[in-house]
Nanobody, 119 residues
Framework: VQLQASGGGLVQPGGSLRLSCAAS????????MGWYRQAPGKQRELVAT???????DYPDSVKGRFTISRGNAKDTVYLQMNSPKPEDTAVYYC??????????????WGQGTLVTVSS
């Protein structure tokens, strides 16, 4: 199972950016998917998660600015970043809880995509 993240780059404060992450490989299904980020010198932190049923969850730091969603096939996750702030600058990682086969689940991580918020 591989997760391929894309969409990072330079964005101005108050602008918008959309991250994508697609899962590929052999698996039975995918449960919760999410985005995490790690800024230089800081620990990795949660940005957003979304269940198979589409229920999102956000920490207060991004609530109201970021929106997580999943594709129709449920194997792709997106992060719409609106009104980003300089403190949102970080490497963003996608995560998926994959049902490898019935009764077996593993967590997988994408390779990370750098988001820089600067004017």
């Amino acid at each position: 199972v591989q997760l391929q993240a894309s969409g990072g780059g330079l964005v101005q404060p108050g602008g918008s950016l959309r991250l994508s992450c697609a899962a590929s490989g052999s698996f039975f299904g995918i449960s919760t998917m999410g985005w995490y980020r790690q800024a230089p010198g800081k620990q990795r932190e949660l940005v957003a998660t979304i269940t198979t049923g589409g229920k999102p969850d956000y920490p207060d730091s991004v609530k109201g600015r970021f929106t997580i969603s999943r594709g129709n096939a449920k194997d792709t996750v997106y992060l719409q970043m609106n009104s980003p702030k300089p403190e949102d600058t970080a490497v963003y990682y996608c995560n998926a809880n994959v049902i490898v086969r019935v009764g077996v689940r593993n967590d997988y991580w994408g390779q990370g995509t750098l988001v820089t918020v600067s004017s």
